[in-house]
């Protein structure tokens, strides 16, 4: 059975016990049996922008922004995979293309705008008028939670909007957050000036506040508030803010992830560790090369310094996790919100296209192949193995162990986790 025809005969989806996932054919057939994933962990990498597909991990025949000539903006070279290329900028990754599958045809129909594409690639969904979908690393807060106690099971390292929110979910699928890994969580580390002493200090005045608001307005009135200063005092305490020292990791190891976003992805292998669900590293550096991922006229000229960096911390994330034993538990999923045409603009960039474009895929304990599914040769379409968003989703939540057929509930109103996608099989 091929994949086209897998999808034409499954209709729903439904959890088979704890040996993996059951997809019931609507022609009366048997089901489909379709296993669960390895992964514990994720850490999702967001390329805020638009990374061009043609010019990383789906490389074409060799173009000329000059003289308009459409086509990749580097060279291509092989990896381990046989037959599978990336770009010349991409070295390291290539040396371990055999534990990533570059998935070349993911595609939506969000286009123009950066807002919306990025919520889709967040959500599964397009804007809703009238519901506010949850994030991927919110589904899967929910549905898990943390690997151990006292710890967040959701971390955002970068800019946080609606988009990576918990939605109709609610607050306790939301989100730490962190805008650098030297400041550390926002709102949970303490001033300087705030000694131990002076910190016990103030809690006992708080505890003292709250047991005369107890006898005045009744045991259960703080419940929710108590529940909320307890987290926060955990997280803001020694123990967890211990995991953001990264100066206590080896200067080898340090160095080799390289700069500010190597760095938030060795601080994610540490959350991990520490037993945090999921984890987006954001990587939209916009002052290396002028605009990040959103490479118009002028940011294409500096595009290969983003592309080198994102190599050197990926390629060292899973060697590292490798060492760790943890690559087979952790999923790294490399995200953007919509692929780059293979022509040029008339800056010499490239504008947006979402009818194609590559999400990578390591580690999870999946059957990797390097790459998966086939643009056609400019890279505007897919011509084999179509992977729709809700697909993507799918594969993500079936590898983490998240029935993909399962119902979310916005209050009585059901809605389907995925809008029905089907996981990529092959990679199982």
């Not at 909007?161 to 730490?176: D, E, Q, V, W």
């Not at 899973?318 to 538990?329: R, V």
Request: hydrophobic share 35%; net charge positive.
């Amino acid at each position: 059975m091929n994949r086209r025809q897998f999808i034409q005969t499954t209709s729903g989806l439904a959890l088979a016990g704890t040996g993996g996932f059951s997809f019931a054919r609507d022609t009366g057939g048997k089901p489909v049996h379709f296993p669960k994933g390895k992964a514990e962990h994720c850490i999702h990498i967001w390329l805020g922008g638009g990374a061009a597909q043609v010019d990383t991990w789906d490389p074409k025949t060799l173009g000329d922004a000059k003289a308009k000539k459409a086509g990749s903006y580097y060279p291509a070279i092989d990896t381990v995979m046989p037959g599978v290329q990336v770009c010349e900028h991409l070295s390291g990754c290539a040396k371990a293309m055999n534990h990533i599958t570059a998935v070349r045809t993911v595609n939506h129909d969000v286009i123009d705008e950066h807002a919306a594409a990025s919520n889709r690639m967040h959500t599964g969904r397009n804007v809703s008028g009238t519901t506010v979908y949850p994030s991927l690393g919110s589904i899967v807060a929910a549905e898990r939670g943390a690997t151990a106690k006292g710890v967040p099971a959701y971390v955002v390292i970068g800019y946080p909007n609606f988009s990576r929110g918990p939605g109709f979910l609610g607050s306790k699928a939301g989100f730490l957050y962190l805008l650098d890994t030297d400041a550390g969580p926002a709102g949970l580390k303490r001033p300087t000036r705030i000694t131990s002493s002076r910190q016990s200090r103030r809690e006992a005045l708080l505890e003292r506040m709250r047991e005369s608001a107890r006898k005045v307005r009744g045991e259960n009135t703080l419940a929710g508030y108590d529940d909320v200063l307890q987290e926060s005092l955990r997280l803001s305490g020694p123990k967890f803010m211990q995991v953001f020292d990264l100066k206590s990791e080896k200067a080898d190891l340090r160095n080799s992830y390289g700069g500010e976003f190597g760095q938030r992805c060795l601080l994610a292998r540490r959350l991990i560790q520490r037993g945090v669900r999921f984890i987006e590293v954001s990587h939209n550096m916009n002052f290396v090369n002028g605009t990040g991922w959103d490479t118009h006229n002028d940011g294409q000229l500096k595009q290969h310094i983003l592309i080198q960096e994102l190599d050197k911390a990926m390629s060292t994330l899973i060697a590292d996790l490798k060492t760790h034993n943890l690559l087979d538990k952790t999923l790294i999923v490399v995200n953007t919100e919509f692929g780059r045409p293979s022509s040029f603009d008339g800056g010499g960039g490239r504008n947006h296209q979402g009818s194609a474009f590559s999400v990578v895929l390591a580690g999870g304990g999946l059957r990797h192949r390097g790459a998966w599914g086939v643009t056609d040769e400019l890279s505007k379409k897919p011509i084999k193995d179509s992977c729709g968003v809700p697909d993507l989703f799918a594969t993500i939540l079936a590898d983490l162990g998240i029935n993909p057929g399962k119902e979310l509930f916005d209050g009585d109103r059901p809605v389907p986790i995925t809008d029905m996608g089907v996981p990529i099989k092959e990679l199982f």
